[in-house]
């Protein structure tokens, strides 16, 4: 049972990537959630998304710009990223709770993905 998060790497400022969280061991069904590490601070959670009816939180940072998508024949979840900024750089986690707690819930998460680094530099 595992997530493998893949799909960082180095990009321009005002560029895109799309980061990808493949399940495996199981059946990705529940809510995701991505989160991230900057160098020097805490993690943080930056998207997450119900699979109850498709509804995402953002944090602040992420409104506009963060959005996450799965594809259950695949068992994967996704994050798009667009018009990404020097102070998105920071590893990148997905998460998810196989028991299905939601989002919101302190339970959340219960597995974490390996992390994948996202680079935003010219």
């Known amino acids: 049972v595992q997530l493998q998060a893949s799909g960082g790497g180095l990009v321009q400022p005002g560029g895109s990537l799309r980061l990808s969280c493949v399940a495996s061991?199981?059946?990705?069904?529940?809510?995701i959630g991505w989160f991230r590490q900057a160098p020097g601070k805490e993690r943080e959670e930056v998207s997450c998304r119900s699979s109850r009816d498709g509804s995402t939180i953002n944090a602040d940072s992420a409104k506009g710009r963060f959005t996450i998508s799965r594809d259950r024949a695949k068992n994967t979840a996704y994050l798009e990223v667009t018009n990404l900024k020097p102070e998105d750089t920071a590893v990148y986690y997905c998460?998810?709770?196989?028991?299905?707690?939601?989002?919101?819930?302190?339970?959340?998460?219960?597995?974490w993905g390996q992390g994948t680094l996202v680079t935003v530099s010219s």
């Open positions: 998460a998810t709770n196989l028991g299905g707690y939601p989002c919101k819930d302190p339970k959340f998460p219960d597995l």
């Open positions: 061991g199981f059946s990705f069904e529940h809510d």
